[in-house]
């Protein structure tokens, strides 16, 4: 059963069309990457999916219900966690109070965060915005855990960190898809990381879905195409 489900999803802002026609699925467990050249649709779809940005046309569906109508803090509470890209986490709270303050009741709490980051034990009572990028990116995934979600959406989670936080990031993701049931959707440009972790990829061409399907058939003809690698 789809977990999340997009049907013909289009979205604008304002009077500029930002996506025409975007196709989705995301089952229980599984974790999907979504990418795409820059600028191709891929933080809107995930604006559309959080309720942060109204879609104009199409479905979406969580848990088999339709969300229109939703606001974002509903989302939050039927399961979606979002690390969102540019981290935005609470720069004048301390680590401590960033992660209190998304909290909900379930498995997810501050010493099981912890545990998965331990630097952020060691900078407990450090305000959020004198960490190093990596420590905010942290922060900013043991927040949307916090929330206690069944989809755990990341928006460009690595991006513009030193290649050893990328690894120890994408470690704790890979981890956290072996040891929880947790579904993923997953926004990165690595194609070799994804791999490591993602089951299935989708492809967004401005603003459309233009291929879906498993790493193994993402060969170097599709992946020219549609990414330029």
Same mark, same amino acid.
């Given at each position: 059963?789809?977990?999340?489900?997009?049907?013909?999803?289009?979205?604008?802002?304002?009077?500029?069309?930002?996506?025409?026609?975007?196709?989705?699925?995301?089952?229980? /467990?599984?974790?999907?990457?979504? *990418?795409? @050249?820059? %600028?191709? +649709?891929?933080?809107?779809?995930? =604006?559309? !999916?959080? $309720?942060?940005?109204?879609?104009?046309?199409?479905?979406?569906?969580?848990?088999?219900?339709?969300?229109? /109508?939703?606001?974002?803090?509903? *989302?939050? @509470?039927? %399961?979606? +966690?979002?690390?969102?890209?540019? =981290?935005? !986490?609470? $720069?004048?709270?301390?680590?401590?109070?960033?992660?209190?303050?998304?909290?909900?009741?379930?498995?997810?709490?501050?010493?099981?965060?912890?545990?998965?980051?331990?630097?952020? +034990?060691?900078?407990?009572?450090?305000?959020?915005?004198?960490?190093?990028?990596?420590?905010?990116?942290?922060?900013?995934?043991?927040?949307?855990?916090?929330?206690?979600?069944?989809?755990?959406?990341?928006?460009?989670?690595?991006?513009?960190?030193?290649?050893?936080?990328?690894?120890?990031?994408?470690?704790?993701?890979?981890?956290?898809?072996?040891?929880?049931?947790?579904?993923?959707?997953?926004?990165?440009?690595?194609?070799?990381?994804?791999?490591?972790?993602?089951?299935?990829?989708?492809?967004?061409?401005?603003?459309?879905?233009?291929?879906?399907?498993?790493?193994?058939?993402?060969?170097?003809?599709?992946?020219?195409?549609?990414?330029?690698?």
């Amino acid at each position: 059963m789809s977990l999340l489900r997009l049907t013909g999803v289009t979205a604008a802002y304002g009077p500029s069309q930002a996506l025409f026609g975007v196709n989705l699925d995301v089952a229980e /467990g599984e974790a999907v990457a979504l *990418m795409g @050249r820059n %600028g191709m +649709g891929k933080t809107t779809t995930v =604006r559309v !999916i959080c $309720r942060l940005l109204n879609a104009t046309g199409g479905q979406v569906l969580f848990c088999g219900e339709s969300v229109a /109508g939703w606001s974002s803090s509903r *989302m939050a @509470r039927a %399961g979606i +966690g979002l690390v969102p890209e540019g =981290r935005r !986490i609470f $720069r004048n709270l301390s680590v401590r109070e960033n992660l209190i303050a998304a909290a909900r009741p379930g498995a997810w709490d501050e010493a099981r965060v912890i545990d998965l980051f331990p630097r952020l +034990g060691e900078r407990a009572a450090q305000a959020g915005g004198t960490l190093s990028g990596g420590e905010q990116q942290m922060l900013a995934i043991g927040r949307a855990l916090m929330t206690n979600p069944r989809l755990l959406v990341l928006d460009e989670a690595t991006e513009g960190l030193a290649p050893v936080i990328r690894q120890e990031i994408w470690a704790a993701i890979r981890q956290l898809k072996a040891d929880t049931g947790l579904a993923f959707l997953i926004i990165d440009k690595s194609v070799q990381e994804l791999r490591s972790v993602a089951e299935r990829t989708v492809i967004l061409e401005r603003g459309s879905t233009v291929w879906e399907g498993g790493f193994a058939e993402l060969d170097e003809g599709v992946a020219q195409r549609y990414l330029g690698l």
